[in-house]
T-cell receptor, first 113, second 114 residues
């Protein structure tokens, strides 16, 4: 069975500083990888996804993530955060042949002025 | 398009009461899902459906039932609510699984069981 670990439950960061959110997964088969963002009191929306091809994936709002197969990681980065990036971020994995997502526990990002 | 909508947005139940949560999507998606979100545990899949008239168990199905009588609707039922079911419930939908896979989420239902 696949599993997803987000190593940091909370990440405080100052405005305009860079941020990296870590995600590691375990699976014995090929996977697709996703990052979702949840703003306060809202549902989840897709930031970016890795299906195949280039291991560096660019998403919305200036976020990017890098897939590292050997380390089974899919870390999310943004070079300069804004106050509006305050949210909870979820990493998720889906087996390529499956139809279900498995989510990590989430990382809460608090951007301080 | 409204996307994925959920009814109600908030609900308070007493232990033992029953209720049904309604999810509707207007994107003609085949797949629909019900998740619960609890602090530090991410989203956990309760039940899902791969098409009209089908349902399947997810990771945490106990205490819940679902029905998919129409393609656009997916209902989640609690027959006898328990405090452990206090959570935020999210519905999601997607096209057929594959290279274009992406789940679209509703705004959530916050349920408190006292």
């Amino acid at each position: 069975a696949q599993s997803v670990t987000q190593l940091d439950s909370q990440v405080p960061v100052f405005e305009e500083a860079p941020v990296e959110l870590r995600c590691n997964y375990s699976s014995s088969v090929s996977v697709y990888l996703f990052w979702y963002v949840q703003y306060p009191n809202q549902g989840l929306q897709l930031l970016l996804k890795y299906l195949s091809g280039s291991t560096l994936v660019k998403g919305i709002n200036g976020f990017e993530a890098e897939f590292n197969k050997s380390q089974t990681s899919f870390h999310l980065r943004k070079p300069s955060v804004h106050i509006s990036d305050t949210a909870e971020y979820f990493c998720a994995v889906k087996e390529a042949a499956g139809n279900k997502l498995t989510f990590g526990g989430g990382t809460r990002v608090l951007v301080k002025p | 398009n409204a996307g994925v909508t959920q009814t109600p947005k908030f609900r308070v139940l007493k232990t033992g009461q029953s209720m049904t949560l309604l999810c509707a999507q207007d994107m003609n998606h085949e797949y629909m899902y019900w998740y619960r979100q609890d602090p530090g545990m991410g989203l956990r899949l309760i039940h899902y459906s791969v098409g009209e008239g089908t349902t399947a168990k997810g990771e945490v199905p106990d205490g819940y039932n679902v029905s998919r009588l129409k393609k656009q609707n997916f209902l989640l039922g609690l027959e006898s609510a328990a405090p452990s079911q206090t959570s935020v419930y999210f519905c999601a939908s997607s096209e057929l699984a594959g290279v274009y896979y992406e789940q679209y989420f509703g705004p959530g239902t916050r349920l408190t069981v006292t």
